[in-house]
């Protein structure tokens, strides 16, 4: 393989003068080899800071460390593998950003749902008298303030935590004490949905610029 010891061990031999030693020489193959071992080892740490130097390769705490330098506290929850960070990443960067739009698409990446959004001064929000579908009690629209310009009303999920892999609840009939799929965990097992501060950063940098929104996470 390309960068292994043999290999540059095979390419070192191969610019050494023909006559100055016979193809396989085993004093000075052992020589070599440790030489090219050293050297390998430098060019495989080679290869690994290329690759976390790009998002697309990145891998383990360099991909934290990328989402920080790009997007602040973007932080990666528990048990989340490195591809889908990484897509989450690339989304949130690449993202529209400052238009109702833009926030309500983030936050949809980052629970799992879209938020709920009610601008009290939009009348494609509130519906009107007249308009079929737009109004309706408790099922479409609601009270429009003209009182409250540049302010949303939203309401955001949590998101749903990952639970432990293959393992049963409590209660079925997959397993038994000491066999089957019951084990004893800790919350600290299950990957955690996405918290109240996370929600409130991805609100601040995408929603459009000089506006209030009021939000309640449920």
């Known amino acids: 393989m390309i960068g ?5 061990l095979s390419r070192v031999k191969k610019l050494i003068p023909g ?27 080679i290869v690994y800071a290329r690759q976390q130097s790009r998002i697309a390769t990145s891998t383990g705490i360099f991909l934290d460390i990328i989402a920080f330098d790009f997007l602040g506290r973007f932080l990666r929850r528990k048990g989340t593998i490195d591809n889908a960070f990484r897509a989450s990443i690339i989304a949130t960067i690449l993202k529209e950003r400052v238009t109702r739009t833009g926030m309500k ?13 009610f601008e009290p001064w939009n009348t494609n929000d509130t519906g009107a008298y007249g308009v079929h579908g737009t109004a309706a009690y408790g099922r479409a629209g609601g009270w429009g303030n003209r009182d409250l310009p540049g302010q949303v009303f939203m ?9 432990i892999p293959d393992v049963d609840g409590y209660g079925t009939y997959r397993g038994g004490y000491g066999t089957g ?8 097992q ?3 949905a996405t918290d109240a501060q996370q929600i409130y950063d991805m609100i601040t940098t995408t929603k459009p610029t000089g506006v209030i929104a009021w939000v309640a996470i449920v």
């Open 19 to 45: 006559r100055w030693f016979a193809w396989s020489a085993a004093v000075r193959d052992a020589l070599l080899g440790g030489i090219s071992d050293q050297f390998a080892w430098g060019y495989a740490w």
């Open 181 to 188: 799929y019951s084990v004893y965990s800790s919350p600290a």
């Open 155 to 163: 309401k955001v999920r949590h998101g749903i935590g990952v639970p």
């Open 190 to 192: 299950i990957a955690a």
């Open 4 to 8: 292994d010891s043999n290999d540059i």
């Open 105 to 117: 698409n983030a936050l949809g990446i980052l629970t799992g749902s879209a938020p709920v959004i």
